[in-house]
């Protein structure tokens, strides 16, 4: 079953403004995974963070982690034309078959 | 130097028809997967070979036949094909079998069955 679910489903906004992206699951995790797909591309893996991280940072990226609330968000800071792309999460857990079970995705249009 | 590679890009064909899709990876790594993306950007697991042994097989119709002849390769060959399964293909590699790795996909192929 889907168990990563992002909202918005999309999100359109201007050059240097900053991007907010979400993400729920619905079962205990060992990591999640933030994937970016530019249209008519593969997925580029972004950043993963464990369980027992709450914050990670890789240059303009921002990915929170709330176990508790079984959350997480993904912010690009400053973003730029060149961001606009999907953005899925992916979640896996241990006992899910080795699977990672992915998101719907946000689609994120950024505008010059 | 294309890390994940797959052939064709784009595939036209008709109902019917059986056709293959193949993937390489030159990334060293031991596992190799399949994913379905629906029009919709549903991203489904389709299969997962671990050093060319089949590690998972979801609920696949069985005219989808991968085959691995080594660990960096990593065939999808769909027989009998019908109009749903026009979809975008993508192969994907991680170092190994272990949980939750990252994985590297490639650029994906276009199947459009008329």
């Known amino acids: 079953s889907q168990q990563g679910e992002e909202d918005p489903q999309a999100l359109s906004i201007q050059e240097g403004e900053n991007a907010t992206m979400n993400c729920s699951y619905k079962?205990?995790?060992?990591?999640l995974q933030w994937y970016r797909q530019n249209s008519g591309r593969g997925l580029v893996h972004l950043i993963l963070?464990?369980?027992n991280e709450r914050e990670k940072h890789s240059g303009r990226l921002r990915v929170t982690l709330d176990t508790s609330k079984k959350s997480s968000s993904l912010l690009i800071t400053a973003s730029r034309a060149a961001d606009t792309a999907s953005y899925f999460c992916a979640t896996y857990n241990a006992g899910n078959n080795r699977k990672l079970i992915w998101g719907l995705g946000t689609s994120l249009a950024v505008n010059p | 130097d294309t890390a994940v590679s797959q052939t064709p890009k784009y595939l036209v064909t008709q109902m019917g028809n059986d056709k293959s899709i193949k993937c390489e990876q030159n990334?060293?790594?031991?596992?190799m997967y399949w994913y379905k993306q629906d029009s919709k950007k549903f991203l489904k697991i389709m299969f997962s070979?671990?050093?060319?042994?089949?590690?998972i097989n979801e609920t696949v119709p069985n005219r989808f036949s991968p085959k691995s002849p080594d660990k960096a390769h990593l065939n999808l060959h769909i027989n009998s094909l019908e109009l749903g399964d026009s979809a975008v293909y993508f192969c994907?590699?991680?170092?190994?079998?272990?949980?939750?790795?990252?994985?590297?996909f490639g650029p994906g192929t276009r199947l459009t069955v008329t």
């Open positions: 070979y671990n050093n060319k042994e089949l590690i």
């Open positions: 990334l060293g790594h031991d596992t």
């Open positions: 994907a590699s991680s170092q190994d079998i272990a949980g939750g790795r990252v994985q590297y």
């Open positions: 079962t205990s995790i060992n990591n």
């Open positions: 963070i464990r369980s």
